[in-house]
Each structure stands twice: as structure tokens, then as C-alpha cells.
């Protein structure tokens, strides 16, 4: 029972600077957290807008860091669709733009006859038919934020488009998107004949051995062009490379930072207590119950705040998607995993931070230790 009470005596009288150093590793693992789940949820809903469309594998210009703006020729997809196997590619134009009203919002562009206007689920209105070509389809979340009908219109770069249709859609991509015909959409942007990827469809996916012969046989047609399964295709995305990178890298600084702000407070708490050490050991505690001793303040302190870093990384990834300008762009995505993975990161900080203080608490002999006061 002394033992444990010796730690909680500790953390209480340095209320202050335990307090401090918990917020420290709180900040570092909600940060942590809230970019994490920011950037697995752009992934999770790239993959979700992919496999909604019925995409097997995705054709993107090869080095391309931003896949919307990336630029093939449109005629390269009759080549595309000769080859043995394929049973639909679909053109598709896509980029992020500001509207006239402030609202960020994705604008999506595919043939009038192409399957992708099927796979909509429309809640108002109706979807683009091939004698609309001023029409667009709004996604369910940009609609309600723009307070937009269908028949109501919707200027894009000085040009009215009316709107005929609303659709709900699992994927936040779709769901924040204004959909237009392509030829229109290309007009629009000055991209005429490009597209930014082509959606190709296998006759028989179901093969593994047809869709490595169809996959090896397009590598060899077109080197300029990177195929990508849609199950593949958030991980090999450069720009989400380079996002996880950064979320990384930002999150190990802040643990780096979060590790000295303990290790520090702990070599504090050892200089302090150098009579209580001397003392424990002259009357024959152990070192390693020393070492124990303060590895458990460490403890006490980590736990501590990762348990106030989950909260607050999961209530900034909440105000994040209910912010009108990012919540419908960023749908973020935490899970129990993430969570346990990010508190137990935490607690290790607090424990790896407490070694050296705990072995310098064994260095000096008793005498030595009593005399220091």
C-alpha cells in the first residue's frame, strides 16, 4: 500500500506540473488523433466513391500528384476499351472549385450515356438526361448548405446551370459535388478533351488470373498511364501519400515533444526527492522497486493524459465535420484501433521517459543521497 501511495503523494504535490506535463501528452495525442482520422477518412471515402461507381481499376496520369487536375487525352479510352476483357471505361472530369456563394465544392463530370448517372440515388428531382445539357445534379449535403431546389439555379465561373436533381450518396465525395456533363464541364474549366481519369470495368472480375492478364497487358500498352485497383487506390494516391507522411511526421513531433516534457518533469521530481530515495534505501528497498517508483509517476501522468487526449481529439474531429466548409469535405474516421493504438503510444511515452530518471534514482548510495539535502 506505501509503495502505491508514494507516486499519488508525488503527482499531489506537484499538482501544478503534473497537471502541465499531462496537457502536454493530451495536445500531442489529440492532435495526433484528429489528423489520423482526418486523413483515413479521405481515404475510406475515396475508396467508397470508386466502388459505388462499380470501378475495378482506375487509369491516372502516371506521377500526377493531384489526380483532379491531372490531364489525359480523352481519346486514349477507345484504346482502353480495346483491349480483351474490359467491359466498360468511362471518362471522368473532376476538381475542387470555390463557389460564388463562399462554399467549397467538388464538380464531377461524366458522358451523358455514361453508367455513372445510374448509380445515383436520387432524393429530389431527377438525374441528367442527353437533352439537358445546362442541367447539374447537386449532392445532398452541398444542396442543404446552399439551400438549393431542384429548378433553382446555380451559377458556376459567371454561367447559370439549372438544377435538376438532388442525391444522396454514401460517399462525402458525391455528397458535396455539383455533377454536370463532361463536355460541359470541360467547356467550363477550358479543359476541352481531357479528362482526369478513366473508370474501367472488368467482364469478369471475379478472375484473378483474367484481371492480372488485363492489368499487365495496359501497363504494357500505355507506360504513361498508372493502373490502380480501387481497393489500392487511397494508398497509392500521391497526394494521400504525402498527407500520411505529413500527419506522421507531425504526430512523432509532437510525441517527441510531449516525451521530453515528461522525461523532464521527472528528472525534476527525482532531484527533488533525493532525501525520500536516500531514506528508502537505507532502510533496503530494491532498486528496481525505485526504479518502479518513478516509472509509475511516468505512468500516472501518461495515462492521464491520453485518457483527456481522446476526448479532445474526438471532440475537435466532431466540430471539424460540423463545420459548413469542411465537414462536408472531410468526413473524418476514428475507430476503436486508432484510439487504443494513440493511448497506448502515449502511456509508452510517459514509461520510456521515466528510465533514465529511474536509473539515475539507483546511482548514489544512501549516504550520499541524505547528505544532498
Known amino acids: ?61 502516371k506521377g500526377a500528384i493531384d489526380t483532379m487536375t491531372a490531364a489525359l487525352d480523352e481519346k486514349l479510352g477507345d484504346r482502353i476499351r480495346s483491349v480483351p476483357g474490359i467491359a466498360r471505361v468511362t471518362a471522368g472530369l473532376g476538381d475542387l472549385v470555390d463557389l460564388d456563394t463562399g462554399e467549397m465544392a467538388y464538380l464531377l463530370g461524366w458522358p451523358l450515356d455514361a453508367d455513372m448517372w445510374r448509380t445515383l440515388q436520387i432524393t429530389e428531382g431527377k438525374t441528367l438526361g442527353p437533352g439537358e445539357p445546362e442541367g447539374v445534379v ?75 492478364r488485363i492489368q499487365s497487358q495496359l501497363a504494357a500498352m500505355f507506360p504513361q498511364i498508372n493502373f490502380v485497383e480501387t481497393s489500392e487506390a487511397a494508398k497509392d494516391a500521391l497526394v494521400l501519400r504525402l498527407l500520411r507522411a505529413i500527419v506522421w511526421s507531425s504526430s512523432s513531433i509532437a510525441m517527441g515533444m510531449a516525451f521530453m516534457a515528461v522525461l523532464n518533469t521527472l528528472l525534476m521530481s527525482v532531484s527533488e526527492r533525493t532525501r525520500e530515495i536516500g531514506l528508502l534505501c537505507a532502510i533496503g528497498w530494491h532498486p528496481s522497486r525505485l526504479i518502479a517508483m518513478v516509472m509509475l509517476d511516468g505512468l500516472a501522468v501518461s495515462a492521464g493524459g491520453a485518457a483527456v487526449g481522446i476526448g479532445l481529439g474526438l471532440a475537435c474531429l466532431r466540430w471539424i465535420a460540423r463545420q459548413p466548409r469542411l465537414g462536408g469535405l472531410f468526413q473524418p474516421e476514428v475507430t476503436a484501433g486508432l484510439v487504443l493504438e494513440g493511448a497506448s503510444m502515449a502511456i509508452l511515452v510517459g514509461l520510456l521517459a521515466g528510465l533514465y530518471p529511474a536509473w539515475r534514482a539507483t546511482r548514489l548510495s544512501p549516504m550520499d543521497l541524505l547528505r544532498s539535502e
Open 1 to 61: 500500500m506505501k509503495f502505491l501511495s508514494l507516486p499519488v503523494k508525488n503527482l499531489r504535490s506537484h499538482r501544478v506540473r503534473s497537471i502541465l506535463t499531462s496537457l502536454g501528452i493530451a495536445i500531442a495525442l489529440g492532435g495526433m488523433l484528429a489528423l489520423v482520422g482526418l486523413s483515413r477518412g479521405i481515404e475510406r471515402n475515396w475508396v467508397t466513391f470508386l466502388e459505388g461507381k462499380g470501378t475495378h481499376l482506375l487509369a491516372l496520369r
Open 138 to 212: 447537386l449532392g445532398e449535403t452541398l444542396a442543404r448548405h446552399l439551400a438549393k431546389r431542384p429548378g433553382d439555379s446555380l451559377q458556376l465561373s459567371g454561367r447559370d446551370f439549372r438544377i435538376v436533381g438532388i442525391s444522396r450518396q454514401p460517399s462525402v465525395i458525391e455528397d458535396r459535388a455539383v455533377m454536370m456533363p463532361m463536355a460541359v464541364m470541360q467547356q467550363l474549366l477550358g479543359r476541352e478533351g481531357k479528362v482526369s481519369a478513366f473508370h474501367i470495368r472488368f467482364s469478369h472480375p471475379d478472375l484473378a488470373a483474367e484481371t492480372g
